[in-house]
């Protein structure tokens, strides 16, 4: 449990070597996808004060759609479409580091604090794109910061489209 906390918090440091460390470390799949089931659950019950249970609900699933489309558009641009000749990774592995990227999500949460829920959604949004970016970088051995950016910015754009129409439905503070 120490390790995932430990985690969780270079995530929050954004802390480049973490995703090194979690792509080559294959018992790091189920805690990533811990945290990327923690943030979807902290964007629903962010959502849970202005839509009730179908916040809750709409909110974790809609959020969780969102990541993987944007992970999986991540992967087949990063991967497929645009990678460097040193560039080596499985889907598995992205996921991984995607998926502790996702931790900046859990600051959704507070949107159940009234007022504070389109801060919250912008920080973490905002927070998990510049770790998305560290991540994609460092497992797809990028040498340019910028690259990253450009691989990122697509999927991170679904992700907010996805997640706009929820976020006026439910908790448009």
């Keep these: 449990m120490t390790q995932f906390v430990d985690r969780l918090i270079r995530v ?34 962010g959502e849970v004060t202005q839509g009730g249970l179908a916040g809750l609900v709409a909110g974790t699933l809609v959020t969780l759609l969102g990541w993987y489309i944007w992970t999986y558009m991540t992967y087949i641009i990063g991967a497929k479409l645009l990678p460097m000749p040193q560039t080596s990774t499985s889907h598995r592995e992205l996921l991984r580091t995607l998926g502790f990227a996702s931790a900046p999500g859990l600051l959704r949460v507070l949107g159940v604090v009234p007022g504070l829920a389109g801060m919250a959604f912008l920080i973490a949004s905002v927070w998990m794109l510049i770790a998305t970016v560290l991540a994609v970088r460092q497992a797809l051995k990028y040498t340019s910061t910028t690259r990253a950016v450009g691989v990122c910015i697509p999927g991170w754009l679904m992700h907010v489209l996805i997640m706009l129409p929820l976020f006026l439905l439910f908790g448009g503070d």
């Excluded at 995703?19 to 979807?40: H, I, R």
């Design 12 to 45: 929050g440091k954004l802390d480049a070597r973490l995703y090194d460390e979690v792509k080559a470390d294959t018992s790091a799949t189920g805690p990533a996808l811990g945290v990327v089931l923690l943030s979807s659950l902290a964007a629903g019950i």
